[in-house]
C-alpha cells in the first residue's frame, strides 16, 4: 500500500476473470471487549468454496527505462538463500487497494480518492491520512462483513505459486500491510500464511458494530510502520537473510540496517517509478521470482 507522497503511478491494465463461489465460509464468532470489538474475522483453512479472483496481468513495456529488471548476481544469491520473505499486500498480493475498494462499497469511493489526491499534493503522515480517509464513511461492523461475502480477494497471478515455493524451500512468508486484517484474514487463509505472520492494522468497532476508529498501537498504522516491522520480525527470529517484496515507497523505506536485505519492487499492478528505480530488482510478474526458485 503506497504512502501518500508525491510519486509518478502508472497503473497497469488488468484483465480479471472471476470465479464464483456458492458460498463463503462462515467467519468464526466475534471477541468482545468491554468498549469495541477487535474484530479479525479469523483465519480460515484453505477452502476448496472459497475462491478467489486471480487477475491476468499483462508487462509493460516500460520495463525497458529501467537497468533493474535483471539482477545482479548477488541480489539473485541473496534472494535465493533468504530465510524470509516479506509482502505488502495492497497493490502487490492483491490487485487493488483495500480501504479503496471498501470505501467504494460503502458509498464513498469518489469521496476517499478525492482526499487522496489532494493529499498527493504534499507529504502526509500515515496514520493522518489512514484516519482521514476512514472518517469519510465510518465503516460499520456489518459493513465489512457483507464487502468480504460479497467481494472475494483478488490475488496477483502467480503469487499463490510463489507462496508454494518459498515455503518448500524452508522459507518464512509474512504479510505486512497498511491495511487491515479483517480484509487480509481471507488472503493469508488463501495462501495458507498463518496468522501470526501478518503484520496490519486493526478495524475497531462498538458493542453495537459502529465504526470506533483504528487501533494506533499497531506499527503499520503509523509513517515508517513497515520497516519497524520488518526490523521486529528480524530481531525476533534472527533471520540472516530477509527480504521485502511491494510496489511502495513504505515497502522500499524497509530496506535499512536491522531490516531487509532486499527490496524488490513488483510493479504488475502499480509502476511507481520514484520506487521502481530505487529498487534491488524490478519484476512485473512473480514468474521472474519463481523461475529463479526452480
Not at 489532494?118 to 476512514?134: H, K, N, Q, T
Not at 461492523?141 to 483478488?154: I, M, T
Not at 496490519?200 to 513497515?226: C, H, I, M, V, Y
Request: net charge neutral; with cysteine; aromatic share 8%.
Amino acid at each position: 500500500m503506497e504512502g501518500l507522497m508525491r510519486v509518478r503511478t502508472n497503473p497497469i491494465h488488468l484483465h480479471c476473470g472471476r470465479h464464483h463461489s456458492p458460498s463463503l465460509p462462515a467467519f468464526p464468532t466475534l471477541q468482545l471487549h468491554k468498549k469495541f470489538y477487535r474484530n479479525s474475522f479469523g483465519m480460515m483453512k484453505h477452502p476448496k468454496s472459497f475462491n478467489s479472483v486471480v487477475a491476468s496481468v499483462q508487462p509493460l513495456e516500460a520495463s525497458t527505462r529501467f537497468d533493474n529488471t535483471l539482477p545482479s548476481k548477488e541480489i539473485l544469491e541473496l534472494w535465493q538463500d533468504a530465510d524470509a520473505v516479506c509482502f505488502d499486500v495492497d497493490s502487490t498480493v492483491c490487485v487493488d487497494e483495500g480501504i479503496d475498494e471498501l470505501a467504494e462499497f460503502c458509498g464513498a469511493g469518489k469521496a476517499v480518492a478525492e482526499w487522496t489526491a489532494r493529499a498527493m499534493g504534499g507529504s502526509v503522515p500515515f496514520e493522518e491520512a489512514l484516519a482521514a480517509r476512514l472518517s469519510l464513511f465510518k465503516p460499520s461492523l456489518s459493513q465489512v462483513q457483507d464487502f468480504l461475502e460479497k467481494r472475494p480477494p483478488r490475488i496477483s497471478p502467480g503469487i499463490d505459486v510463489l507462496v508454494k515455493k518459498l515455503k518448500a524451500r524452508n522459507t518464512n512468508v509474512y504479510l505486512i500491510s497498511g491495511g487491515f486484517r479483517q480484509m487480509i484474514n481471507p488472503v493469508a487463509s488463501i495462501l495458507e500464511i498463518p496468522p501470526e505472520n501478518i503484520f496490519a492494522n486493526q478495524l475497531l468497532f462498538g458493542s453495537s458494530g459502529e465504526f470506533l476508529g483504528f487501533d494506533a498501537n499497531e506499527p503499520t498504522s503509523r509513517s515508517g510502520g513497515k520497516a519497524t516491522a520488518v526490523m521486529q520480525i528480524r530481531k525476533v527470529h534472527g533471520y540472516k537473510r530477509l527480504v521485502m517484496i511491494g510496489d511502495g515507497a513504505t515497502d522500499l523505506e524497509a530496506r535499512k540496517p536491522g531490516g531487509a536485505d532486499l527490496f524488490i519492487c513488483y510493479a504488475g499492478v502499480q509502476l511507481r517509478e520514484a520506487v521502481a528505480s530505487k529498487s534491488d530488482w524490478l519484476v512485473f510478474n512473480f514468474k521472474d521470482l519463481i523461475n529463479t526458485l526452480e
